[in-house]
């Protein structure tokens, strides 16, 4: 089982796909999990845990079938191993609400998806320069 720099868990597959294209634009190195539903996210991360496997950064879509995004952070959180992993929000929402429950539940940061491929390249790259680049010791 090899170390996924991003694990990513979103319900929509053509938008993982468009993520992992973008993600391999911003650095071709980074390697990326991608998991579709909350259940599924936290049985992976808990065989992760138990493989000594950590992922560099964790983002999560808000709205998941089986786990909503909300509950997945808590549990996260609750696991010694990953608690220091960033975790961010990565969702369609911009309701105030949502940021600040995520906030509350243990996330690190709270993105809006940007429209448009040449903005969410952006974005990652900011996210990359931000987490990879300025923050090697977090985890």
């Known amino acids: 089982m090899s170390t ?4 990513y868990v979103e319900d929509d597959t053509d938008f993982a796909f468009i993520m992992e294209n973008a993600v391999q634009e911003v650095s071709n190195g980074l390697s990326m999990k991608i998991i579709e539903n909350g259940k599924d996210a ?10 000594k496997i950590k992922p ?4 999560l ?38 940021v600040k429950a995520s906030l509350e539940f243990g996330a690190n940061a709270y993105l809006t998806k940007p429209s448009g491929y040449l ?20 985890n």
């Open 4 to 7: 996924p720099d991003i694990f």
């Open 42 to 51: 936290l049985i992976a991360l808990n065989e992760l845990t138990e493989a």
């Open 56 to 59: 560099r950064l964790i983002l």
């Open 61 to 98: 879509d808000l709205n998941l079938p089986g786990l909503s995004g909300l509950d997945l952070v808590k549990k996260i959180r609750e696991i010694p191993f990953l608690r220091y992993v960033p975790v961010i929000f990565f969702s369609t929402s911009d309701n105030p609400k949502d």
């Open 119 to 138: 903005n969410l390249v952006s974005c990652l790259q900011s996210m990359h320069d931000f987490w990879f680049t300025k923050n090697l010791n977090l």
